[in-house]
């Protein structure tokens, strides 16, 4: 996939709506893959996410110990892999191949993007106090790539065990909200 | 609206999704209603959540003060009063009046159920540790109503700027995941 740079001051405008993501870490020659549905946005710009990564997870050993990862936005099509993704250990699987995903080089951080989501959002940790109670990490993103061919990507919603909404009609109305 | 107890065990699947929100409050005997995108889950039971709320909403001061809000979910026809209480501050205005919007007593907290919205969630600051640096508070959900007649709900997601995606199709895959 063809990807250009995204603006920072935007890039809230693909997490709040609150999307399945797909976090991306490397560790010690290892990539790894999670499904992850806990996160917002925290600050516009810089833009700032947070998310909880559960210390059960194989991806929260690797962005404790490198401060990194990429925010990967999957749309509707890549939704079994999301799933997959979601129902394996990084532990036991290189979830790349198991899935035919395409890591490809990030220009700031070592995690790899996962070239079939239509956007990536380059991140590092900027805030940990609440990692110990909650698992929740403050994340800035430092560069961003978008696909600009699609022009209507539809995303999806996890509301649970499988379960997911996906993105329906767009509608716009007057509003001085950024 | 006829609501009955929704369990707390479940409302981690209201929000997962990413709908916009509607923030209730009340204070010295006046409430208001502030429309919000920016949380997350934060734990499933009980149920935690996380938001921003920023000190230059009125409803910031409200909830400092009270400890306590409602976070209404509204169903897409309700969008343009989403907007509407999005684009005007509680200082000058009584959002309930000018939106025409039903206020319900809640159970456990003072601040009130917006009545049309189709699931409400009470409840009460339980860590305040990142609000002075990100405005960011962790709320428990500790009573939670839904309207069961509505079998299919769809909900909207803020792409920014009165950009909303509706909720569109469903689709279930097997998965481990909760």
Redesign the interface.
């Given at each position: 996939m063809l990807k250009t740079p995204f603006p920072l001051s935007?890039v809230?405008?693909l997490l709040?709506?609150?999307?399945v993501v797909m976090v991306t870490t490397a560790c010690k020659g290892r990539t790894n893959i999670m499904?992850m549905?806990?996160?917002?946005?925290?600050?516009f710009e810089p833009p700032?996410v947070?998310?909880?990564i559960s210390n059960r997870n194989y991806s929260f050993g690797n962005l404790e110990s490198t401060g990194e990862c990429v925010i990967n936005i999957p749309t509707?099509d890549l939704?079994?892999k999301v799933?997959g993704c979601?129902?394996c250990s990084g532990r036991k699987v290189d979830k790349f191949k198991k899935y035919n995903l395409t890591p490809v080089s990030a220009s700031c951080v070592k995690a790899p993007l996962i070239d079939e989501c239509y956007a990536n959002l380059e991140c590092k940790i900027v805030?940990r106090?609440?990692v110990a109670?909650?698992n929740?990490f403050?994340l800035e993103a430092i560069t961003a790539w978008i696909d600009k061919s699609q022009k209507n990507p539809?995303?999806?919603?996890?509301?649970?065990?499988?379960?997911?909404?996906?993105?329906?009609?767009?509608?716009?109305?007057?509003?001085?909200?950024?």
């Open positions: 935007e809230y405008r709040e709506p609150g999307p499904t549905s806990w996160h917002t946005m925290i600050e700032l947070g998310c909880v509707v939704a079994k799933v979601g129902n805030d106090k609440l109670k909650y929740f403050i539809q995303t999806i919603h996890h509301q649970g065990k499988g379960t997911f909404r996906v993105d329906g009609e767009t509608i716009k109305l007057p509003s001085k909200m950024k």
